[in-house]
């Protein structure tokens, strides 16, 4: 889709490519450490300013109480994180289960460690989790289970109660909990942010996946980190080093920087993306395009059940076509059919695209 728009010179609102700036202590703060000299390799598991800034961070916003020497594993985004803790604590033709929608690269990613994808769907709007329905997805080869909290695609935020729901099943499964919390920061209408590994005895068994690509606008620098006990976090930082050895050098001390921001940066971020979210639901509610409204993250999927086409990849290009706006199919998020019925768009973005993308949405017919 992206490459149909720029085919098109059309606005892409299909792919996560946020175009916002970055926050200039984040920004001046990787400057600052070029400009020092610290361009050569780090440790594997990350600088120790990096790392004592996110130990910080995980007790004052998550709950999480952790030893930065031994805990926490910096890496190449967290795809990079995500990549490590696969090949570390999982073999080829393991189980792990997913919930649909799910994040592509999560799927495609467990497929080239040669695992075993399994899914759960969760019904919209709510895509409220069902400890019966849970139950049931586990297999007998089943070893980990993916949570992606707030949600890309659905910005579903999982709450504490439905996280004792996995907490139970994960114990009597004797399951892995891989936890992808990218979007924390991006929470709307009061939503807390809850990390899995804070609720009941998860922290035990959950490696948690975050990262500063969408809290700092900075997707291109490919910074991220695991959190996990000891044992675990070694493990993922022997695969970490073999990967990619570390990330890069001067970037980390940015990411520090960025830490320090006083609590209304985190606040602000989160009003100006819900302001964001409820324009570009507004266009597609105009536009008889029915959004499901998100909790977190900056995507929302449109409901084109209505609209009688034959699947959303020729809902998605016709919309293209006529507006110029670039959506994805909700095919990408699915293996069952229930993607069809659905397309996604992003919304970060700077408000005169967005507010021109929203004009365009508009005009769409069916």
């Not at 005895?201 to 990262?211: D, P």
């Not at 105009?286 to 499901?292: E, F, K, S, Y």
Request: aromatic share 8%; with cysteine; proline share 6%.
């Amino acid at each position: 889709m992206t490459r149909a728009c720029e085919r098109l010179g059309g606005i892409n609102l299909g792919q996560g490519l946020g175009d916002l700036p970055a926050p200039p202590a984040v920004r001046d703060g990787a400057i600052k450490a070029i400009q020092e000299g610290r361009n050569t390799y780090t440790p594997s598991e990350g600088v120790t300013p990096l790392r004592l800034a996110i130990a910080e961070k995980l007790r004052r916003d998550n709950g999480l109480a952790v030893d930065p020497e031994t805990e926490i594993v910096i890496s190449n985004g967290t795809t990079g994180a995500f990549a490590a803790t696969l090949t570390a604590l999982l073999n080829p033709g393991d189980g792990v289960l997913l919930f649909e929608p799910y994040y592509g690269y999560h799927l495609n990613t467990l497929l080239l460690q040669g695992l075993e994808p399994q899914f759960l769907t969760l019904t919209p709007p709510e895509f409220a989790l069902d400890e019966a329905a849970l139950t049931a997805a586990v297999r007998p080869n089943t070893r980990a289970m993916v949570l992606c909290t707030p949600s890309n695609p659905s910005g579903k935020m999982f709450s504490a109660a439905e996280l004792a729901i996995v907490e139970r099943v994960a114990e009597r499964h004797n399951l892995l909990i891989i936890s992808d919390e990218i979007y924390e920061y991006i929470t709307y209408d009061g939503r807390r942010h809850v990390s899995p590994a804070s609720v009941g005895r998860l922290g035990e068994r959950t490696v948690s996946i975050m990262g500063f690509s969408k809290t700092f606008s900075i997707t291109g620098w490919r910074l991220g980190y695991a959190v996990a006990e000891t044992v675990l976090a070694s493990a993922i930082n022997l695969v970490n080093d073999l990967l990619y050895v570390c990330a890069p050098s001067p970037l980390q001390y940015g990411a520090a920087a960025g830490l320090t921001a006083p609590p209304d940066y985190f606040q602000h971020l989160r009003s100006e993306y819900q302001r964001k979210r409820d324009i570009i639901c507004a266009g597609l509610n105009d536009a008889g395009l029915t959004p499901l409204v998100p909790q977190g993250a900056y995507y929302v999927l449109a409901s084109i059940a209505h609209l009688g086409f034959p699947d959303a990849r020729s809902a998605s290009l016709d919309l293209l076509e006529q507006t110029g706006v670039a959506s994805v199919p909700g095919s990408a998020f699915y293996q069952s059919s229930a993607g069809e019925s659905l397309i996604r768009f992003c919304f970060a973005k700077d408000d005169a695209t967005l507010h021109e993308a929203v004009a365009r949405i508009r005009k769409f017919r069916r």
